[in-house]
């Protein structure tokens, strides 16, 4: 869905390394998560936002944090990346009250830790 | 940990034919989502079905949810190649509010 973009695509990374995903929507929701997805293990929430003074962790929130910076963007950041956490990165927004509604989900990030 | 859990894990069909998949889930609800996802890419919804509806069409969709048996199928009826993705199931954490929580997925090939 274009109205959420993700960037970078792609990124490769080493061990120890402070990298940051980011996530912009023009959908004017107020909600928005972080996925990770891994093979075998559908989708784990890492961290979820309900407005921009709002921020919840998720199932999976330990090496991640994450800062939303306006309404439009929401980014993750790993402070110090670790091989395990190799694994395809989504953002995702909703809209309404209740976070029990449609999701729309960006392109992904495919990220790799050596 | 994960709410929803499809089956099969792994179903492929002719053109055609009817794909059908399962989702089960742990504990009360408000509505249940399913989302496609074609290799890769990311999810995109097809259809949510409220606690107090049983059955609902889309299309080729027909979704139907037990929450006595706490369980929904997904029907895709005469499938087409381009059908092939991952479906996934998510619900909403009644008490937890923590968003929605998705199964692991059924992938779903269809060849021609």
């Known amino acids: 869905d274009a109205d959420v973009t993700q960037t970078p695509r792609n990124r490769i990374t080493k061990t120890g390394k402070r990298i940051m995903l980011e996530c912009s929507q023009t959908k004017g929701h107020d909600r928005m998560y972080w996925y990770r997805q891994d093979p075998g293990l559908g989708l784990r929430l890492i961290y979820y936002?309900?407005?921009?003074?709002?921020?919840n962790k998720g199932e999976i929130s330990d090496g991640y944090s994450v800062s939303r910076q306006a309404q439009a963007k929401f980014s993750l950041s790993l402070e110090s990346a670790i091989p395990n956490q190799t694994a395809l990165y989504f953002c995702?927004?909703?809209?309404?009250?209740?976070?029990?509604?449609?999701?729309?989900f960006g392109p992904g990030t495919r990220l790799l830790v050596l | 940990s994960q709410q929803g859990e499809e089956d099969p894990q792994a179903l492929s069909i002719q053109e055609g034919e009817n794909a059908t998949m399962n989702c089960s889930y742990k504990?009360?609800?408000?509505?249940l989502q399913w989302y496609r996802q074609n290799s890769g890419r990311g999810l995109v919804h097809l259809i949510l079905?409220?606690?107090?509806?049983r059955e609902k069409h889309s299309g080729r969709l027909r979704v139907t949810l037990d929450t006595s048996k706490k369980s929904s199928s997904l029907l895709i009826t005469a499938s087409r190649a381009a059908d092939t993705a991952s479906y996934f199931c998510?619900?909403?954490?009644?008490?937890?509010?923590?968003?929605?929580?998705f199964g692991k997925g059924t992938t779903l090939s269809v060849s021609s």
């Open positions: 995702a927004t909703s809209g309404d009250r209740g976070p029990r509604e449609t999701q729309y």
């Open positions: 504990t009360s609800i408000n509505n």
């Open positions: 936002s309900f407005d921009v003074k709002d921020i």
């Open positions: 079905i409220r606690s107090n509806e």
């Open positions: 998510a619900t909403d954490a009644y008490q937890a509010g923590t968003a929605l929580i």
